[in-house]
């Protein structure tokens, strides 16, 4: 009985001896799971899978740390912190400083609208007796094509283009040119955006014969432009002076009528001038010309009237800009 006792009570002490040892290991592997291969004072292997009492501490290969043997077994390992740290190797890191996932230049596609409470239509006509046809045809349309001021026209239609009109009893003749000026808030683009593309949008409704929007009423095609008068020209809000050709040049994009659908938007591609006239974060002001008015070329001669002209929807289907950008 006496020998039974002794035995429990070695066993017992063999134990105990063990339960509070604390020891040192190298970590060989991060399992990545919270859990770290280890090798335990030098031992000649590594022991696998050892937890980590602290699960948010992180561990290096090649660190030492220190090892306690819970409950005063030697299979029974765990991690309960730094011993002394080993110095690793820096990695580089790539830093997203563009505030989106993914790093690098990121792509914008934007559609803007025009304000519609500033677009302005700028008209002239002037009527002469056809008796008079013969000697001032030529000066009257030059006149009218050059004139420094129109007539505003708040309609909720927008008209490009230029036509000849001739009227009985007695007989008349008029001409009218007909420019329209375009206003568009760029705020929600980046100041510092680079824009890579745009289009011009424009909406040509249908002549339903008593009302509603006029469609394509060219008898004769041309080229609707977009021109540039920035930053002077037009005026906000817009005025007659608004209305002198002088104050718009160059060609940032066009679209003939000949391909115009009606009841649809249309889209004029914006070139590198028309782009390079969009202000990023500011107000883009562009003016839509006919290519004829522009070379002052008088409306062919009709038997009543010639119509070299379309009517843009200002209200429902607003002009539109969709604009590609990179930051």
């Given at each position: 009985m006496s020998n039974f006792i002794d035995d429990i009570i070695k066993n017992t002490n063999e134990q105990i001896k063990y339960k509070n040892t604390v020891t040192t290991g190298e970590i060989t592997k991060d399992n990545e799971d919270g859990t770290y291969d280890v090798k335990i004072n030098n031992a000649s292997k590594a022991t696998?899978?050892?937890?980590?009492?602290d699960y948010d501490a992180i561990f290096s290969a090649g660190e030492i740390v220190?090892?306690?043997?819970?409950?005063?077994?030697?299979?029974?390992?765990i991690i309960i912190g730094h011993s002394k740290k080993i110095k690793q190797?820096?990695?580089?890191?790539?830093?997203?400083?563009?505030?989106?996932t993914g790093g690098g230049v990121e792509t914008v596609e934007k559609t803007i609208y025009s304000d519609n409470t500033k677009n302005g239509l700028l008209d002239f006509n002037e009527l002469i007796l056809e008796s008079e046809k013969s000697e001032s045809e030529n000066y009257t349309?030059?006149?009218?094509?050059?004139?420094?001021?129109?007539s505003f026209i708040g309609w909720i239609a927008l008209t490009v283009g230029q036509a000849q009109n001739r009227q009985a009893l007695p007989t008349k003749i008029e001409f009218d040119i007909y420019r329209s000026l375009l206003f568009f808030d760029l705020s929600a683009i980046p100041s510092n955006a680079k824009i890579t593309s745009a289009q011009l949008g424009i909406w040509v409704g249908v002549d339903f014969g008593g009302?509603?929007?006029?469609g394509d009423e060219s008898q004769q095609?041309?080229?609707?432009?977009?021109?540039?008068?920035?930053?002077?020209?037009?005026?906000?809000p817009v005025v007659i002076g608004d209305y002198?050709?002088?104050?718009?040049?160059?060609?940032?994009?066009?679209?003939?009528?000949s391909g115009i659908a009606e009841n649809a938007y249309n889209i004029?591609?914006?070139?590198?001038?028309?782009?390079a006239w969009l202000p990023c974060g500011g107000i883009a002001k562009l003016c839509l010309r006919s290519d004829r008015d522009i070379s002052s070329t008088i409306p062919g001669v009709p038997t009543w009237t010639i119509e070299e002209w379309i009517m843009v929807d200002n209200a429902d289907n607003r002009p539109k800009l969709t604009i590609t950008y990179t930051i």
């Open positions: 696998p899978d050892v937890e980590n009492m220190i090892i306690q043997l819970r409950n005063g077994c030697k299979e029974d390992p190797d820096p990695k580089a890191v790539e830093v997203d400083y563009s505030g989106e349309y030059h006149h009218n094509q050059a004139e420094a001021n129109g009302g509603g929007f006029f095609d041309f080229n609707i432009v977009i021109q540039d008068g920035q930053p002077n020209y037009p005026h906000n002198y050709y002088s104050h718009y040049k160059n060609n940032g994009g066009q679209l003939n009528t004029i591609p914006l070139n590198s001038n028309g782009m």
